[in-house]
């Protein structure tokens, strides 16, 4: 039987995209030879990625200003790629940091330039997203983490400003409709919403690149990975198939307004059971809340765990905390049905009748 995969990260994926791509590894559209077989650089692939390029592009509406990258090693190199193409030694960048994730960013960038961390919610353990803060006009950008991934909060409105704004949105990336020519830079490891691991997407506004003076490694250099259509080595060819097919899925099902729709439909029944039932505790501010993970208590750490077993007992994985936040954490991603979210709360609610 199929568990109902709540897991974070990697996680769940349409089964129709786990299905062809199933196929491709044995018999790559017909052509006698495995996806894994066949040369990047061949019209097979370039077909892939070109596809996978074009409908990043239109369900995120932007122009020929932007390009679209899938590059190596998840969202984590990207803490460091980011300052080294645009944050000079004497220059400082600005950040927020609302979790584990943005303050992994902050640690990096401050290997190549100076950090203001110009707002942090570490003062009430991450349970909310700055609203106000003043964002330095000299900054070379500002860095935010869409939606916090381990702690639950998720940003429902983004700043505006002067400055080019970047974002961490590995967890929430094409779960909404937003303006996206708002930034300069989005970034997304794969596994969590968009495919398999392996791979993470970055879109940049070019306009923002070749400003600094560093010597920047040509790995590393966004410039030539622009030049290179995304194959200056050899890419990660399987984790952009699975990338491009989610994609297509996404398209398929009416786009982000559809993804957005059916978000906030699963969230709301999480939350409105949780807040109906006094045994489960949300500690996240309500206009903060993530619609794709989360994160609550059972303040009784017994009948905490014995909800979990319970979990696992009827097919339910991935519903334990992070390691450092602990309780529950319930992701939500695109693929996961109405259906999963309705069995937990079911689940939640026999639970609370039985030990309330
Ligand atoms: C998972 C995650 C990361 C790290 O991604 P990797 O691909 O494992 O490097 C970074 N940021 C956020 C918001 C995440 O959820």
Redesign the pocket.
Known sequence: MRQHNFNS?PSVLPQQVLQEAAKAIIDFNGIGLSLLEVGHRTPHFVAVIEEAKQLVKELMQLNDEYEVLFLHG????QFMQIPMNLLDTNATAAYIDNGI?GNKAVKEASLFGNINVIASSADKKHTYINQNFDIPANAAYLHI?S???VEGTQWHQFPTTDVPLIA?M??DIFSRQIDFKKFSLIYA?A??NMGA?GV?LVVVKKSILGKIERKIPAIMDYRNHIEAGSLLNTPPVFAIYVAMLTLRWIKQEGGLEIMELNAIAKATLLYDTIDSLPLFNCRIDKASRSNMNAVFFIDNEDLQNKFLEECKANGMVGVKGYRTVGGIRVSMYNALAMESVIAITDLMKNFAAKHS
Do not use: E, I, P
Not at 74 to 77: C, D, K, L, V, Y
């Open positions: 990260g998840g969202a984590t190199t994730w983490t939606n916090n991934t961490d590995s967890s490891g596994q969590k691991a993470n």
